[in-house]
């Protein structure tokens, strides 16, 4: 089931078509996707006729027995992958006018990050992932990443903020408030996207960002680390959390902070930001 999971998630890349739209065109419920894709669940075998279907709509002559060759024969019989212009898929008025601030700022944010959130579902836990960004023309290509999956997104900057959009079932959204520095080290902001239970209930909680690839380093030497960093934990416990980083993840907000001199909202303040960069290195 796992060498199938692999095959599956390949032939979505492939064929430039998200979960998503592999859950809708089969009326499947996103957390059954979620289950193949991560190796958890085999498809039934409707399912995987009708996933068959689905390919072979887009590779001519695509058959149940394709799914037995190995991943390089497989990769042979897509073809060459399917190219989509960025402006279809980032079909967002803010891309045109984030264009020229991408180009000229946002050399200084390509590396590989470590992000650390409070968890949505696993009570007083951190959750640890990395997020890698890199150059792609005149926008900036992410990755967000943890040993259990890998999601594609962009990178797009307006008003000196960062916006992050990856592609999950539902949308992964960061914004991020970098120092004015031309070496940033740090940054933080929040992140709104569906918590990973039953309803995918919408969660917004705030996001702390540190630099793990230095400046100047090679696309080999990112990537060298980038393959570390998945043997880093998931999920951390609030022990192992700075106890400073701890207070700024989790502030204590609503009508009863707001009585005490406090914040009615979630919010990142430049005020209390942990970001953090510097002139030289």
């Not at 903020?161 to 970098?178: G, K, N």
């Not at 207070?247 to 001199?261: M, V, W, Y």
């Amino acid at each position: 089931m796992d060498g199938f999971a692999r095959k599956l998630d390949f032939v979505l890349r492939a064929l430039s078509l998200s979960r998503g739209q592999l859950g809708k065109a089969l009326g499947a419920d996103k957390s059954v996707v979620s289950r193949w894709l991560a190796g958890a669940r085999a498809p039934t075998a409707n399912n995987l006729s009708a996933i068959t279907a689905l390919v072979a709509a887009h590779v001519p002559g695509f058959t149940m027995l394709d799914w037995e060759l190995p991943l390089e024969k497989l990769a042979e019989r897509l073809g060459p992958p399917v190219a989509l212009d960025a402006d279809e898929i980032l079909a967002f008025a803010l891309v045109k006018t984030s264009t020229a601030e991408t180009r000229a700022l946002g050399r200084r944010f390509v590396c590989l990050w470590r992000s650390t959130r409070a968890s949505f579902t696993q009570g007083h836990s951190f959750i640890r992932e990395h997020l890698l960004i890199e150059p792609a023309g005149d926008r900036l290509a992410a990755r967000l990443f943890t040993v259990h999956f890998s999601w594609p997104g962009w990178v797009l900057i307006n008003n000196q903020r960062l916006d992050v959009l990856v592609e999950d079932f539902d949308l992964v959204h960061m914004r991020l408030a970098p120092p004015s520095t031309p070496v940033v080290h740090a940054m933080d902001g929040l992140v709104l996207t569906s918590a990973a239970d039953e309803h995918r209930t919408p969660s917004a909680t705030r996001v702390y960002l540190e630099r793990v690839s230095p400046t100047g380093a090679s696309a080999a030497a990112v990537a060298t680390m980038a393959e570390a960093a998945l043997a880093e934990p998931v999920i951390l416990c609030g022990l192992t959390i700075e106890p400073a980083l701890a207070r700024h993840l989790l502030p204590d907000f609503g009508p009863g902070a707001e009585a005490a001199g406090g914040e009615r909202v979630l919010r990142m303040p430049c005020e209390t930001s942990m970001a953090r960069g510097a002139f030289y290195g």
